[in-house]
Nanobody
Framework: QVQLVESGGGLVQAGGSLRLSCAASGRTFSSYAMGWFRQAPGKERVFVAAISRSGSITTYADSVKGRFTISRDNAKNTVYLQMNSLKPEDTAVYYC?????????????????WGKGTLVTVSS
């Protein structure tokens, strides 16, 4: 069993930055690929970024490529999402997820665990 708790959301002006964190409980954190998803008001939850178990491979949605960076610290059981050059369209609840297959994250299936989310609001 893995529990995921996101933090770091908040209100930021367009062009600003935020760093989200996702702390995982349990001793099996390094066994999972990790990812971030987001859900804007009235829309479906969509893939944002994912990282392999070792951290050596990352993948991003086209909408955030070059602005967001995903990383992880297996010693701290934590995955991060550094968000730069934020835009109003980045406003959403951001969710952390754990899954066994990195390739599945982009298709938004096969996630084993989800956090409860943290709200990011970008003002124009």
């Amino acid at each position: 069993q893995v529990q995921l708790v996101e933090s770091g959301g908040g209100l930021v002006q367009a062009g600003g930055s935020l760093r989200l964190s996702c702390a995982a409980s349990g001793r099996t954190f390094s066994s999972y690929a990790m990812g971030w998803f987001r859900q804007a008001p009235g829309k479906e939850r969509v893939f944002v970024a994912a990282i392999s178990r070792s951290g050596s491979i990352t993948t991003y949605a086209d909408s955030v490529k070059g602005r967001f960076t995903i990383s992880r610290d297996n010693a701290k059981n934590t995955v991060y999402l550094q968000m730069n050059s934020l835009k109003p369209e980045d406003t959403a609840v951001y969710y952390c997820a754990a899954g066994l297959v990195l390739g599945a994250f982009k298709d938004n299936y096969g996630m084993d665990y989800w956090g409860k989310g943290t709200l990011v609001t970008v003002s124009s």
